[in-house]
């Protein structure tokens, strides 16, 4: 950790969100999710355990799926996060999103945004994912409505149409 990384500084955290620049004043010491959602309202990214053990509010850093709950903010200064609302919009959905839409691949939705995330992640740098590569990516990822078939047929499916480059195919501009 260097010695501008010191948990206890109260320096407000830079860095981009959804493509945004922007400057987060909670402790660098708290959580990244708890920033999103307070100070952001980002509420798309969920809290589901606080410990790192069930993916619900995974969000996207430099590419990387990874845990906000467990991510404090003073590690992600000056480095690029994506999180659901960034990931496509309801006018815009990404591949994956109109995917999940169309095989219902949801019940109740609160572990959507986490897995979402984390397929996005698998997608970017394996555009061809097997099944058995699918469940890898999305074993960190919990959900308790067992929509788990559905939502392996989803990610083929947009993973289909992102390669073919067809209606949908393009993800915001903040995911990248
Ligand atoms: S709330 Fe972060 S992994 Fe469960
Ligand atoms: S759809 Fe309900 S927890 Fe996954």
């Known amino acids: 950790m ?65 845990a906000s709950c467990d991510t404090p903010l003073w590690a992600v200064a000056g480095k690029s996060v994506v999180t659901i609302e960034g990931l496509g919009s309801a006018e815009q959905p990404h591949p994956l999103q109109q995917a999940f839409l169309e095989e219902q691949a949801g019940q109740c939705g609160y572990c959507l945004s986490g897995i979402l995330i984390s397929a996005a992640a698998l997608l970017d740098h394996n555009p061809d994912p097997d099944e058995a590569q699918i469940r890898t990516a999305l074993q960190g990822n919990l959900c308790r409505c067992g929509a788990h078939n559905r939502m392996l047929r989803a990610v083929r499916l947009a993973a289909q149409r992102m390669r073919e480059g067809g209606p949908h195919a393009e993800p915001q501009g903040g995911a990248a």
Do not use: F, M, W
């Open 2 to 66: 260097s010695a501008d990384q010191t948990p206890s500084d109260s320096t407000p955290v830079a860095l981009r969100i959804n493509g945004q620049s922007v400057v987060l004043r909670s402790p660098r010491d708290s959580a990244l999710l708890y920033a999103l959602r307070d100070e952001l309202s980002l509420t798309g990214t969920h809290y589901g355990c606080g410990a790192n053990q069930c993916g619900a509010c995974h969000v996207l850093v430099d590419g990387k799926a990874v």
